[in-house]
């Protein structure tokens, strides 16, 4: 069955720090999709990455980082010099075929950049 | 572009009372759409999602049910409201076309049920 796993419920740093999210998903399907979202304190999640299976490939935007790795299922995301702006909940999120019209979502991690 | 409206933003209901959320997605045709509930601290819950107009699926049972009637409206409805229905609930939409689709979510309703 298709699972999420985000261990890490909370996570408090300074700002200016780097912080990584952790996410490990399971899927017995070759083809799948993984998705990160960022829902801020209003509430609205904002898709923030999606990346397909076959692209293991790390990918960089500005402070962000993302780290694919199929031999460990893992998805990590990584926040580089972290700001208060950063304060968020991120959800790891996986589609595949088994799931096919839902995307499964992780419990999420909630995130806490001190000034 | 597309954009995906929620309303009302939020809402505070007696116990007992009916509800009626409604979701509208702009500037596309034939999604995927969704329904979530999020609790306080929580992760998201899926309620529904529809594929189709008229066509729902259900994830929980619970005294909520969701309705289609045009292509790109989606309503959670309930006829009497519980406290344990207080919740942040989340619209989505995802193009049809497969699960190499991205889902894309409104603002939200904040429930709270007195």
């Known amino acids: 069955a298709q699972k999420v796993t985000q261990a890490q419920t909370e996570i408090s740093v300074v700002e200016k720090e780097d912080v990584t999210l952790d996410c490990v998903y399971e899927?017995?399907?070759?083809?799948?999709?993984l998705f990160w979202y960022k829902q801020p304190p209003s509430g609205e999640l904002v898709f923030l990455i999606r990346?397909?299976?076959?692209?293991?490939q790390n990918e960089i935007s500005g402070r962000y980082s993302w780290n694919f790795q199929k031999s460990t299922s893992s998805f990590n995301f990584t926040i580089t010099a972290s700001q208060v702006v950063d304060s968020a909940v991120y959800f790891c999120?996986?589609?595949?075929?088994?799931?096919?019209?839902?995307?499964?979502f992780g419990a999420g991690t909630r995130l806490f950049v001190k000034a | 572009s597309q954009t995906i409206h929620q309303w009302p933003a939020t809402l505070v209901q007696p116990v007992g009372s009916p509800l009626s959320l409604e979701c509208t997605v702009e500037?596309?045709?034939?999604?995927?759409l969704y329904w979530y509930r999020q609790a306080a601290g929580r992760g998201l819950q899926l309620l529904f999602y529809?594929?189709?107009?008229?066509?729902i699926s259900s994830e929980v049972p619970q005294n909520l049910s969701a309705s289609r009637p045009q292509d790109r409206q989606f309503i959670l409805s309930s006829k009497k409201l519980l406290l344990s229905d207080s919740g942040f609930y989340l619209c989505?939409?995802?193009?049809?076309?497969?699960?190499?689709?991205?889902?894309?979510f409104g603002p939200g309703t904040r429930l709270l049920v007195l």
């Open positions: 989505a939409w995802r193009p049809g076309q497969g699960i190499q689709e991205t889902q894309y």
């Open positions: 899927t017995r399907d070759t083809t799948y999709y």
């Open positions: 990346r397909n299976s076959f692209d293991e």
């Open positions: 999120a996986l589609s595949d075929n088994t799931g096919g019209f839902k995307t499964i």
């Open positions: 500037g596309t045709s034939n999604p995927n």
């Open positions: 529809s594929v189709g107009i008229g066509q």
